[in-house]
């Protein structure tokens, strides 16, 4: 009786293709020039990995033909929406900053709307800088509707969320989340606001109503120039991206953005300190923000 024959599999393991120093420099490069967004050479590997991704999606054996596609390809302005996804951090969640948002609350929207109040009533605009996937935007939104338009009745305002991820900004627009977004919502809110349905957590048309999301670079001084009169703006998180020199323009486009009196916050990690000196530093508990004077 002859021995059973014994079958083998070919391994499914493909090698992710690596990354040249030179095309690191050449993809650093461009990134650069279209974002802003500098991974210096200890982040090589974060950019090996993100892109790396993408490659096996798009069947490419290198990252030389990536690069070529993203900067020449026929279809280089669609690819780059995933470029883009792929280089920035989506973690967030809703009420992330507390403290900025008790100040927004107790201090800020008084202030803002005494020095805009017309017969009686008075509208505030607000951007969200780097939305993300939205959580921040729609907090604010929750925060008007439960705690401002109460106490404030002539208050209208208006809403804007940007990020540089079109696909992120669908998210956004959907309004629908997984329960690590809404990890620190206090319940009331989480009640009253979201809809949970089969593990998924979904915004309520009255809040999203009251959000804009558009796509925008920071970094592109034609569309910042749309950008202006707003009275509040958290750029939270933002900044890291960004080197020196990235950073002292943005902050710029930021400030030209801002009405005279009006308020930016920047992430508690982030600071101005060699990037600008045309703000006012107002400290509250636990966190700071800067004015326009």
Known sequence: MSAPSIITKRSLFVPQPELSDGTFQLLRSFIYEQTGIYFQDNKKYLLEGRIGKRLQVLGMKNFEDYCHLV?????????????YDAITIKETCFFRNPAQLEALEHKLIAEILEAR????RAKIRVWS?????GEEAYTLAMIYLEKLK?????????????????LILDTARKGIYR??????????YLDKYIICQDSRYCIRDEVKR????????LYDQTGMRLMRNFDLIFCC???IYFDTKSKIQVVSNLYDSMSRGGYLFIGYAETLHGI????????FPKTVTYVKE
């Open 71 to 83: 900067k020449f390809g026929l279809q280089k302005d669609e690819e780059r929406k995933f470029l």
């Open 117 to 120: 109040r017309v017969n009686g």
């Open 129 to 133: 800088a780097g939305s993300s996937s």
């Open 150 to 166: 109460p106490r404030f009745p002539g208050l209208d305002i208006e809403i804007m969320g940007t990020d540089i991820s079109l």
């Open 179 to 188: 329960e690590n977004s809404v990890r620190n919502m206090p319940k009331y």
């Open 210 to 217: 009251l959000v804009r999301f558009e796509y925008l670079n």
């Open 237 to 239: 998180n933002v900044l």
């Open 276 to 283: 600008s000196k045309a703000f006012k530093v107002i400290n």
